[in-house]
């Protein structure tokens, strides 16, 4: 069993690794034996970051900002300077953007979208290459979206363009899935619910003990939730997975 979910060894791209969610399955994979590279758009937290995590295995900082598509090139390039192969891409880096109905502007739709979208889709395709080398029949490359269940639902909060974003991260999931299963390379997206990050810390703040007592399992959803599906999916035990969008959420999108 322990080889079945074993990913010791493997080479692991985590965008918006930094901090919060992407943060949670950077040290997971980390602490799991992964060669763990991070990125996000800070250079002074993402280096700090993987000097941290550098403590307990191996984790390299690579920053870019992934909402602009020579951005996604110049990274994958930065990778396949590295490495011959990647095992494991985890695109985690997002953006969000609240206001009311009447005053939400179109420069959010620009900046959720170009990131939470576009950034998935420009920064897969650059490394497919690299991806493909990767991957056997008996063990895939790997591709792990991070959706929201805010894209499966309709959320309390006025996040017009993070939702609808989330939304279509599923959908090209999907879309991803079927084109790249051919290069034995799959595809799946992963739903949170509400976990304690840096983007939902101002919700939990507020409503934080409101937000657990609606969850059928009546807390927020903790590190090891995280690290855990995405170690299922990126090891051999998740290798039959794809096309799939998980919600990790407690039961929220579904029971509620």
């Known amino acids: 069993m322990s080889d079945l979910f074993s990913i010791e060894g493997k080479t692991a791209l985590v965008t918006g690794g930094s901090r919060g969610i992407g943060l949670m399955i950077a040290r997971g994979f ?27 295995g191996t984790c390299v900082s690579l920053p870019a900002n992934l909402s602009d598509e020579a951005e996604c090139q110049r990274l994958a ?5 590295r490495e011959s192969k990647l095992d494991i ?3 985690n880096a ?10 939400f502007p179109a420069a959010a739709w620009d900046r959720v979208l170009d990131l ?22 008996d063990d895939p490359a790997r ?40 290069k034995r390379i799959t595809v799946n997206a992963v739903a949170p619910g509400p976990f304690q990050s840096q983007m939902m810390a101002a919700t939990l703040e507020s409503f934080g003990d409101q937000i657990a007592a609606t969850n059928p399992l009546g807390r927020i959803g903790r590190p090891d939730d995280m690290a855990g599906i995405a ?26």
């Not at 980390?30 to 307990?56: F, M, N, P, Q, W």
């Not at 390039?77 to 300077?81: F, K």
């Open 77 to 81: 390039s930065e990778i396949g300077a």
């Open 143 to 182: 591709v792990i979206n991070i959706g929201s269940i805010d894209g499966i639902k309709v959320p309390i909060l006025d996040t017009w363009a993070y939702s609808s974003s989330k939304a279509a991260v599923h959908q090209l999931t999907r879309h991803l899935a079927k084109t790249l299963s051919p």
């Open 231 to 256: 170690i299922y999916l990126a090891s051999r035990a998740g290798a039959y997975v794809n096309g799939a969008i998980i919600p990790v959420d407690g039961g929220i999108a579904s029971l509620t």
């Open 94 to 103: 997002g953006s969000n953007w609240g206001a009311p109905y009447d005053e």
């Open 116 to 137: 939470n979208v576009k950034g998935v889709f420009f920064l897969t395709r650059a490394l497919t290459g690299l991806l493909e080398a990767a991957a056997s029949d």
């Open 89 to 91: 891409l985890v695109n």
């Open 30 to 56: 980390v602490e799991a034996g992964a060669r763990v590279y991070i990125s996000s758009r800070k250079a002074t937290v993402c280096d700090e970051v993987a000097a941290e995590l550098s403590k307990v």
